[in-house]
């Protein structure tokens, strides 16, 4: 996990937790938890409260599942 500031998300092209569910095709509740137990793609913290993936870290993430 990363730390990104909040403006920094409208660069980084980050898809939000229910996007990157969508795209792995797992409910939004498996990356809670793949997040909770550290075994899911890579993700970044955007300010307190907020996640994002990138396409390029949830396509490394299948392909090694």
Known sequence: ???LPEDACRH???LRPP?????LGVAEKTL???????IGP?????GSR????TVRDLDAFRERR
Request: cysteine-free; glycine content about 4%; overall charge positive.
């Open 50 to 53: 907020h996640v994002g993936y």
């Open 1 to 3: 996990m990363l730390l």
């Open 32 to 38: 809670w938890y793949w997040r909770r137990w550290k």
């Open 42 to 46: 890579r993700y970044y913290r955007i």
């Open 12 to 14: 980084a092209h980050l």
């Open 19 to 23: 996007e990157a569910a969508a795209y």
